[in-house]
């Protein structure tokens, strides 16, 4: 395993000379994430890149994310890594290094204040016009119309599926996941544009550079509400209150948001619950309770 290891080292590191056109003068492992292998790369022209590798990585693993990181930094509100590379052989995603730093007495609120920008710069569709899939699930992201349309056929009823044929939750809660989604015109809240995503909103994927600066990695890219993304940060915790004040005071919320986080959580909880189980499966059923109650 060790040689293996090894050599797959030795590989990303010649696929990255070949895209950058520069030496590798030093690798170096970085840890975290559950399903690449991550190194950082000092490079002979003096740059620091990030890379990352998969053994087995599900078709356009890498091109999808990098397509999702330059729709995110493209918005111009918050800061994304460069992309630098999408390599084929072996497969692997080339970034630019961030240099992680302290939070400043701002960067709650700055994090709140560029989410809301991101989110208002819109997107062309609920799901993505590329269609491409997003997660280790590859749960599907075609493009529609109305938000309700989207996550009943993207998220909430492929996760049904899925649930029921891992036996990963229980029958009852499968058939409530399915209708929860014939009811997501009455419970989503006033209808609202599509909102530009990061779509995978835990503070894993939140670093703080040098100089306390927001940098978001990691995305699931898509055209959504934006309840989500605020849902998904509350579920997991790591952002401060002074987060979602600025939020708020930027671009407020519809009345009765509070009474929707637990829809907009039900996602990520039964992905959750279908990768790890134990608490998950109960935390998904109160959810789904909580929101089958209205």
């Known amino acids: 395993m060790v040689a293996g290891r090894s050599g797959r080292k030795e590989a990303l590191r010649d696929a990255v000379v070949r895209g950058l056109g520069a030496e590798v003068v030093s ?4 840890h975290g994430g559950d399903v690449a292998e991550a190194f950082r ?11 990352k590798t998969h053994r087995r990585p599900p078709p356009d693993f890498f091109a999808t994310e990098a397509a999702g990181l330059t729709w995110l930094r ?8 460069e992309v630098l590379a999408v390599l084929d052989d072996p497969p692997a995603l080339v970034l630019g290094w961030i240099d992680e730093g302290r939070p400043g007495p701002t960067t709650e609120a700055d994090l709140g204040r560029a989410l809301a920008a991101l989110h208002a710069a819109g997107a062309p569709c609920f799901g993505r016009e590329d269609r491409r899939t997003t997660g ?3 749960l599907p992201n075609e493009p529609h119309d109305t938000w309700a349309g989207a996550f009943a056929a993207n998220r909430l009823r492929p996760l049904a599926r899925l649930a029921r044929d891992e ?5 009852s809660a499968c058939r409530d996941l399915e209708a929860v989604a014939d009811r997501l015109p009455e419970l989503g809240g006033p209808p609202e544009p599509p909102a530009r995503l990061h779509g995978d909103l835990w503070a894993g994927n939140r670093l703080v550079g040098a100089g306390g600066v927001n940098w978001l990695i990691d995305p699931a890219a898509q055209g959504g509400h934006r309840e989500f993304d605020l849902a998904m940060m509350r579920l997991f915790g790591g952002f401060g209150g002074e987060c979602f004040a600025a939020y708020a005071e930027a671009l407020p919320l519809a009345d009765g948001w509070e009474a929707r986080v637990p829809l907009h959580q039900l996602a990520p909880l039964a992905v959750h619950a279908i990768k790890f189980g134990g608490s998950y499966v109960g935390a998904t059923q109160r959810a789904l309770a909580a929101v089958l109650s209205r």
């Not at 036996?167 to 029958?171: H, T």
Request: charged share 15%; hydrophobic share 50%; no cysteine.
């Open 27 to 30: 690798l170096a492992p970085v």
């Open 41 to 51: 790369m000092t490079l002979a022209d003096g740059r620091t890149v990030f890379a």
């Open 74 to 81: 493209d918005a111009g509100t918050v800061a994304v890594p």
């Open 136 to 138: 280790s699930r590859g």
């Open 167 to 171: 036996g990963a939750l229980p029958e």
